[in-house]
Nanobody
């Protein structure tokens, strides 16, 4: 298992930026793909972004492509999500996820507790 702890959520105005962090523990972190999935209460979960174990390959959901950037620092066992040009539709709970395979799905094996991001004026 790779316990995951998210941080960096909060309230931001439309057009603003936030950076989420996800700290992982466990010796297998460096071999896992890592990602972010978000959910608005009452709605389906939505894939946001994911990065391969090496950091060399990234995937983005269509609604965030060009605005969000995912990266990882294996030395710090941390993955980041830089979110720019935020709009109210980005308001959601953001979950950090991990798994052996990099894909656009929601079936990642390990999930964090989530961090709330609210975009509002």
């Amino acid at each position: 298992q790779v316990p995951l702890v998210e941080s960096g959520g909060g309230l931001v105005q439309p057009g603003g930026s936030l950076r989420l962090s996800c700290a992982a523990s466990g010796r297998t972190f460096s071999s896992y793909a890592m990602g972010w999935i978000r959910q608005v209460p009452g709605k389906d979960r939505e894939f946001v972004a994911a990065v391969s174990w090496s950091g060399g390959t990234t995937l983005y959901g269509g609604s965030v492509k060009g605005r969000f950037t995912i990266s990882r620092d294996n030395a710090k066992t941390t993955v980041y999500l830089q979110m720019n040009s935020l709009n109210p539709e980005d308001t959601a709970v953001y979950f950090c996820v991990a798994g052996p395979n990099l894909d656009y799905g929601l079936g990642y094996e390990v999930w964090g507790q989530g961090t709330q991001v609210t975009v509002s004026s």
